[in-house]
T-cell receptor, first 116, second 109 residues
Framework: GAVVSQHPSRVICKSGTSVKIECRSL??????MFWYRQFPKQSLMLMAT?????????EQGVEKDKFLINHASLTLSTLTVTSAHPEDSSFYIC????????????FGDGTRLSIL | ELKVEQNPLFLSMQEGKNYTIYCNYS?????LYWYRQDPGKSLESLFV?????AVKQEGRLMASLDTKARLSTLHITAAVHDLSATYFC?????????FGKGTRLHILP
């Protein structure tokens, strides 16, 4: 149980393109989803937290107009990287949780984004 | 601000040896996690530690938590090559998980 699916697993696109990444909870209702970014050989950095039906809460230093997050249903959140540039190339990982903070987060398999 | 510090950040060790990874955190927390990450992959949950003195073991890995010292350890017993990976500790605070920098473990055959 508690499977989180991320799609696509890998994206390669040209600079200036907007890229959408989907995060789905397959067998549970995800009231909260989290988006992380991981640069090579570095740790995971939380970008934003989204609750179903509400606007996402972004961490300091993360541009909300560049990284658009939508959490329109209890099983789907999307991250759109708008007008992506090479410095946005990274490994993006989502996680999902049902209920309150004492519930575990379940991680997706990640999306490798490469901007040429 | 919650800070999570791991050491060492890189560890190369021979098969069959024992070693410990340390995780210190700066403020009180409800939960401490250990994750494993293989190259190019996402996170695999290893342990969740909830209370002072908690100890959990799975195979050659054992994790412990001392909330008074704000310290967790991940002990590797008789390491095997398959345990080569990056290990992250993470701490739960205000509904967010804050990760340490990770320990890259390389086990030599």
């Amino acid at each position: 149980g508690a499977v989180v699916s991320q799609h696509p697993s890998r994206v390669i696109c040209k600079s200036g393109t907007s890229v959408k990444i989907e995060c789905r909870s397959l067998d549970f209702q995800a009231t909260t989803m989290f988006w992380y970014r991981q640069f090579p050989k570095q740790s995971l950095m939380l970008m934003a937290t989204s609750n179903e039906g509400s606007k996402a809460t972004y961490e300091q230093g993360v541009e909300k107009d560049k990284f658009l997050i939508n959490h329109a249903s209890l099983t789907l959140s999307t991250l759109t990287v708008t007008s992506a540039h090479p410095e946005d190339s990274s490994f993006y990982i989502c996680s999902a949780r049902t209920g309150g903070g004492n519930q575990p987060q379940h991680f997706g398999d990640g999306t490798r984004l490469s901007i040429l | 601000e919650l800070k999570v510090e791991q050491n060492p950040l890189f560890l190369s060790m021979q098969e069959g040896k024992n070693y410990t990874i340390y995780c210190n955190y700066s403020t009180t927390s409800d939960r401490l996690y250990w994750y494993r990450q293989d190259p190019g992959k996402s996170l695999e949950s290893l342990f969740v530690l909830l209370s002072n003195g908690a100890v959990k073991q799975e195979g050659r890995l054992m994790a412990s938590l001392d909330t008074k010292a704000r310290l967790s350890t991940l002990h590797i017993t008789a390491a095997v090559h398959d345990l080569s990976a990056t290990y992250f500790c993470a701490v739960d605070r205000d509904d967010k998980i804050i990760f340490g920098k990770g320990t890259r473990l390389h086990i030599l055959p």
